[in-house]
């Protein structure tokens, strides 16, 4: 399943998500998306998870939990269209 993290603080880095997610199970990628101009994240970023019920486990307890000083928003990513 691919997750859509955000509200992300500016200053979290892929790493932190990944170690914030891997309680839940495998983690397969996670991306931060960042502005190409300035290079400064956008605060958002997706993670994709294997595991449909462990990514479903991380949605339910993670969203709306502070990180980095922020409320999470978290969700199933909707497909690019």
């Known amino acids: 399943m691919n997750i859509y993290l955000g509200n992300l603080n500016y200053g979290v880095k892929e790493q932190d998500l990944q170690s914030l997610l891997e309680g839940f199970g495998t983690i397969d990628t996670v991306k931060i998306i960042v502005d190409h101009e300035s290079g400064r994240s956008k605060g958002f970023g997706f993670a994709e998870m294997p595991d449909d019920r ?28």
Not at 61 to 81: D, M, N, S, Y
């Open 54 to 81: 462990a990514a479903r486990r991380a949605i339910e307890a993670l969203t709306g939990t502070q990180f980095a000083g922020r409320a999470l928003v978290i969700k199933e990513a909707r497909p690019r269209v």
